[in-house]
Nanobody, 124 residues
Framework: QEQLVESGGGLVQAGGSLRLSCAAS????????MGWFRQAPGKEREFVAS????????NYADSVKGRFTISRDNAKNTVYLQMGSLKPEDTAVYYC?????????????????WGQGTQVTVSS
Protein backbone atom coordinates (compact mmCIF):
# COMPACT_ATOMS: atom_id res chain seq x y z
CA GLN A 1 0.00 0.00 0.00
CA GLU A 2 1.19 3.48 -0.86
CA GLN A 3 0.83 6.47 1.41
CA LEU A 4 1.05 9.75 -0.44
CA VAL A 5 1.81 13.14 1.09
CA GLU A 6 1.58 16.34 -0.93
CA SER A 7 3.43 19.56 -0.15
CA GLY A 8 4.28 22.85 -1.76
CA GLY A 9 0.89 24.50 -1.98
CA GLY A 10 0.28 28.08 -0.99
CA LEU A 11 -0.83 31.52 -2.08
CA VAL A 12 0.62 32.99 -5.26
CA GLN A 13 -0.22 35.90 -7.53
CA ALA A 14 -1.53 35.36 -11.02
CA GLY A 15 1.33 34.75 -13.41
CA GLY A 16 3.45 33.20 -10.71
CA SER A 17 4.79 29.69 -10.20
CA LEU A 18 4.63 26.91 -7.65
CA ARG A 19 6.07 23.43 -7.45
CA LEU A 20 4.08 20.72 -5.76
CA SER A 21 5.69 17.56 -4.46
CA CYS A 22 4.17 14.23 -3.55
CA ALA A 23 6.21 11.79 -1.49
CA ALA A 24 5.29 8.11 -1.43
CA SER A 25 6.10 5.83 1.45
CA UNK A 26 5.88 2.42 -0.20
CA UNK A 27 8.64 0.34 -1.73
CA UNK A 28 6.93 -0.08 -5.07
CA UNK A 29 6.68 3.54 -6.19
CA UNK A 30 8.14 2.80 -9.62
CA UNK A 31 5.35 0.27 -10.20
CA UNK A 32 2.73 3.00 -10.33
CA UNK A 33 1.54 5.52 -12.82
CA MET A 34 1.31 8.78 -10.88
CA GLY A 35 -1.22 11.50 -11.42
CA TRP A 36 -2.30 14.91 -10.18
CA PHE A 37 -5.94 15.94 -9.83
CA ARG A 38 -7.53 19.08 -8.47
CA GLN A 39 -10.83 20.13 -6.97
CA ALA A 40 -12.03 23.71 -6.95
CA PRO A 41 -14.76 24.89 -4.56
CA GLY A 42 -18.15 23.72 -5.73
CA LYS A 43 -16.72 21.66 -8.57
CA GLU A 44 -15.92 18.03 -9.17
CA ARG A 45 -12.39 16.75 -8.93
CA GLU A 46 -10.65 16.85 -12.32
CA PHE A 47 -7.60 15.34 -13.93
CA VAL A 48 -4.54 17.58 -14.27
CA ALA A 49 -1.58 15.46 -15.34
CA SER A 50 -0.13 11.96 -15.24
CA UNK A 51 3.22 10.30 -15.77
CA UNK A 52 4.23 6.76 -16.65
CA UNK A 53 6.17 4.45 -14.36
CA UNK A 54 9.56 5.31 -15.80
CA UNK A 55 8.70 8.90 -16.67
CA UNK A 56 8.87 8.58 -20.43
CA UNK A 57 5.17 9.22 -20.96
CA UNK A 58 3.15 12.20 -19.77
CA ASN A 59 -0.41 13.37 -20.23
CA TYR A 60 -2.00 16.74 -19.46
CA ALA A 61 -5.43 18.25 -19.29
CA ASP A 62 -5.94 20.82 -22.02
CA SER A 63 -6.43 23.54 -19.41
CA VAL A 64 -2.85 23.19 -18.11
CA LYS A 65 -0.98 22.08 -21.22
CA GLY A 66 2.04 24.29 -21.82
CA ARG A 67 1.91 25.75 -18.29
CA PHE A 68 2.34 22.73 -16.00
CA THR A 69 5.00 20.03 -16.06
CA ILE A 70 4.80 16.69 -14.28
CA SER A 71 7.95 14.77 -13.42
CA ARG A 72 9.09 12.04 -11.07
CA ASP A 73 12.20 10.87 -9.28
CA ASN A 74 11.89 7.16 -8.59
CA ALA A 75 15.04 7.17 -6.45
CA LYS A 76 13.30 9.63 -4.11
CA ASN A 77 9.80 8.12 -4.39
CA THR A 78 8.53 11.55 -5.36
CA VAL A 79 6.40 13.04 -8.11
CA TYR A 80 6.34 16.77 -8.87
CA LEU A 81 4.02 19.22 -10.52
CA GLN A 82 5.71 22.40 -11.69
CA MET A 83 3.02 25.01 -12.25
CA GLY A 84 3.68 28.20 -14.17
CA SER A 85 1.69 31.13 -15.56
CA LEU A 86 -0.84 30.47 -12.83
CA LYS A 87 -4.36 31.81 -13.19
CA PRO A 88 -7.07 32.40 -10.58
CA GLU A 89 -8.99 29.50 -12.10
CA ASP A 90 -6.13 27.19 -11.06
CA THR A 91 -7.19 27.73 -7.45
CA ALA A 92 -8.04 24.33 -6.00
CA VAL A 93 -6.97 21.56 -3.69
CA TYR A 94 -4.41 19.49 -5.57
CA TYR A 95 -4.18 15.75 -5.01
CA CYS A 96 -1.63 13.23 -6.12
CA UNK A 97 -2.66 9.67 -6.80
CA UNK A 98 -1.18 6.31 -7.76
CA UNK A 99 -2.55 3.94 -10.36
CA UNK A 100 -1.89 0.49 -11.75
CA UNK A 101 -3.25 1.60 -15.12
CA UNK A 102 -1.69 3.39 -18.06
CA UNK A 103 -0.78 7.05 -17.66
CA UNK A 104 -3.10 7.73 -20.59
CA UNK A 105 -6.16 7.16 -18.41
CA UNK A 106 -7.63 10.33 -16.90
CA UNK A 107 -10.44 9.01 -14.73
CA UNK A 108 -10.46 9.05 -10.95
CA UNK A 109 -11.49 5.43 -10.73
CA UNK A 110 -8.23 4.44 -12.43
CA UNK A 111 -6.34 5.57 -9.33
CA UNK A 112 -6.08 3.43 -6.23
CA UNK A 113 -4.17 5.53 -3.69
CA TRP A 114 -4.69 9.20 -2.91
CA GLY A 115 -3.01 11.85 -0.86
CA GLN A 116 -4.81 14.28 1.42
CA GLY A 117 -4.33 17.24 -0.88
CA THR A 118 -2.61 20.60 -0.75
CA GLN A 119 -4.29 23.96 -1.26
CA VAL A 120 -3.21 26.22 -4.10
CA THR A 121 -4.68 29.71 -4.19
CA VAL A 122 -3.98 32.09 -7.05
CA SER A 123 -4.88 35.72 -6.47
CA SER A 124 -5.74 38.09 -9.29
Amino acid sequence: QEQLVESGGGLVQAGGSLRLSCAASGRTFNSYTMGWFRQAPGKEREFVASISRNGDGVNYADSVKGRFTISRDNAKNTVYLQMGSLKPEDTAVYYCAASWWSYQRQTEDSYKYWGQGTQVTVSS
